[in-house]
């Protein structure tokens, strides 16, 4: 009786440690806050496109370090230096429209953007996923509207 208690034990401290753990890596990171700023039309390469812009509107409390060139971890296609933390925007069902991977500080959050051809229709809500490579710590944002 005495070992099964003591394993209950075990696991219940591997378990709260585990979630503590997780919670940490999380919580290195502030929750951004996502606000839809505006859309702007432009053409590139024949094709009209409707830009749908973004922004964090909490980005002063994510420090610069987590933004510095990072050339000892993996790079993002021909970039060596990518920053340490990649933001990816994903629609409201988990696909993925467009990723960042060389912001060079908290102030690059306030241009978050993806693209669409003018005649197809955004999404209808959009959210961040903002990954700090060097700790392994991800957070989400809430889910931002594309219209105003």
Do not use: Q
């Amino acid at each position: 009786m005495k070992a099964i208690l003591a394993i209950a034990f075990a696991s219940t401290l591997t378990l709260a440690g585990a979630s503590g753990a997780a919670t940490a890596k999380s919580a290195s990171l502030p929750v951004p806050k996502l606000k839809f700023v505006g859309t702007e039309a432009y053409e590139a390469n024949g094709f009209d496109f409707t830009r749908y812009k973004f922004e964090v509107t909490n980005k002063t409390k994510f420090a610069k370090e987590l933004f510095a060139a990072s050339p000892d971890l993996p790079a993002c296609g021909e970039n060596p230096n990518a920053s340490r933390t990649w933001v990816d925007l994903y629609d409201g069902d988990g696909k993925k429209l467009y990723w960042f991977c060389a912001f060079t500080g908290p102030e690059d959050l306030g241009n978050l953007w993806f693209a669409l051809t003018g005649d197809k229709p955004p999404p209808k809500a959009v959210y961040i996923e903002m990954t700090d490579r060097k700790t392994g710590a991800t957070i989400k944002s809430n889910r931002a509207s594309t219209t105003k």
